[in-house]
Structure formats: structure tokens, C-alpha cells
């Protein structure tokens, strides 16, 4: 088996998340310390989608993320190009669109979105933008598919805003991050891959800027934990630019 590389070639990624999908929700929470938890809340927080309103949850994997949205009444679509994290979650909580019951799945590459224009209130996708080949190509899409007025949610590892607690988060990162992941049973060397693209990806305010040029407005962001994530949020325009 070959691991993903960082040029992100989408068909290595796929095949990445797909091996390890089985013991990913597990391997994620183990590796974080339980901040994913706290993460996700604050990410629910950020999107802030209540009754009537729809939410497209990118890079889904399993739909554990898009629970904490259906859970306060919005109707939410959990959407990956893995089919592996796919499969698994629509045993674990899949459901009907047409019914409102569980979570509808849906497979799509997040650089040409299956979905039509305007379709979403809100647009989220969480610790997943990393993996994605073109960056400015897949924030145009979630903009095209998002109604105007509507919001963008972005939650990625970012970098840590203290200097002394950056070196111990690197060094956990190279060293420790992937034989955490092997003793529970993951794939190593698809944690070799996040540990490197994690400390490959722009800080909070070059992000900002890659989805200001996408075409989001208002752009914002916030730190937590110390920054090793960052969540940010942009509004599409009512207007369009001239």
C-alpha cells in the first residue's frame, strides 16, 4: 500500500481515508485528547443552523460531524470522496433526504460539488480543506453552492500561537501522532500524512486570505486550543460584485 503525498493527488487521498475509515472516529478522538469533541461544538456553534435550514458537511467521513448540526434541527448532508468513510457511516447513522430520518450520504468531490447553485444555508467542512488537491478551486464551489447570504465554516489545523507549546506540538506531530494511530489498529503511514500535511498548511491569516480571493465576505477567524485549529467563517455576498 502507498500513502498520499502532498501534491494530493485525489485518487491516493481517497484510497487513504478509505483504508482507514473503520477505526478513524476512534483513532481521531484517541489522538486529539478529546478536543475533537470540543471542536465539533464549537464548530455547530460557528454554523449556527437552526430548524428549516440546510447544512452541506464536507469532507463528512462517517457523519459523526454532521450529527452536531441535525441535532439542532437543521437537515444536514454529510459528503466525501471516500467511499470507504462512506459505507461506514451510512451503517452507523445513514438515513433518508426525502424523509428527514438519520443522514443522507452523498459521494462528491469537493472540487466539482454534485450539488446545484444556491442549495445551502451553510457550508462547513472540518479538518478536511487540508486534503484537498486545489484549495481556491473547492472554496469557489462551496460558494457557488451556497444561497446568498449564506455562511462558510472552515475548521483546519492551523498553526499554534505559543512558541514553547509549538515545538512540543511538532514534535508530537512527526514522532508520536503515527504510533498513536498504530497501536490502535489504524493505517501509520496515513498519519505520517496528516502529521505532514498539518505542518505544510498556512497559517490562520494566509487562509483568511485564500478564501477572501474564493470570493467569501467578512472573513474571520479564531483560535482554539492554542490555534493547533482554527475555525473560519466567511459570508457568500447578497449582492453579487461588480
Known amino acids: 500500500m502507498t500513502r498520499a503525498q502532498l501534491d494530493k493527488k485525489p485518487g491516493e487521498v481517497a484510497a487513504m481515508f478509505d483504508r482507514t475509515a473503520r477505526r478513524y472516529d476512534l483513532v481521531n478522538d484517541v489522538i486529539s ?44 448532508i454529510a459528503s466525501d470522496f471516500s467511499l470507504g468513510m462512506l459505507r461506514v457511516g451510512v451503517r452507523r447513522r445513514g438515513g433518508n433526504a426525502l424523509t428527514g430520518e438519520g443522514i443522507p450520504f452523498v459521494a462528491g468531490d469537493a472540487m466539482r460539488l454534485p450539488f446545484a447553485d444556491d442549495s445551502f444555508d451553510a457550508v462547513t467542512i472540518s479538518v478536511a480543506l487540508r486534503n484537498v488537491h486545489d484549495t481556491g478551486q473547492a472554496l469557489r464551489e462551496m460558494l457557488r ?59 490562520q491569516r494566509r487562509l483568511a486570505r485564500t478564501i477572501q480571493e474564493a470570493g467569501w465576505g467578512r472573513v474571520a477567524w479564531r483560535n482554539l486550543t492554542c490555534g493547533i485549529v482554527a475555525i473560519h467563517r466567511g459570508f457568500k455576498p447578497s449582492v453579487p460584485e461588480a
Request: charged share 20%; proline share 5%.
Open 33 to 76: 485528547l478529546g478536543q475533537v469533541r470540543l471542536w465539533r461544538k464549537a464548530v455547530a456553534q460557528a454554523v449556527d443552523a437552526g430548524p428549516g435550514e440546510v447544512v452541506l458537511d464536507l469532507g463528512a467521513g462517517t457523519g459523526m460531524s454532521t450529527e452536531s448540526f441535525t441535532g439542532l434541527g437543521a437537515r444536514a
Open 145 to 203: 453552492v451556497t444561497r446568498p447570504g449564506g455562511r462558510l465554516v472552515v475548521m483546519e489545523f492551523s498553526h499554534v500561537t505559543v512558541p514553547v507549546l509549538d515545538l512540543v506540538y511538532r514534535e508530537y506531530l512527526m514522532r508520536m501522532l503515527p504510533k498513536v494511530a498504530q497501536v490502535f489498529g489504524s493505517n501509520d503511514d496515513s498519519y505520517e500524512y496528516l502529521a505532514e500535511s498539518i505542518r505544510d498548511w498556512p497559517d
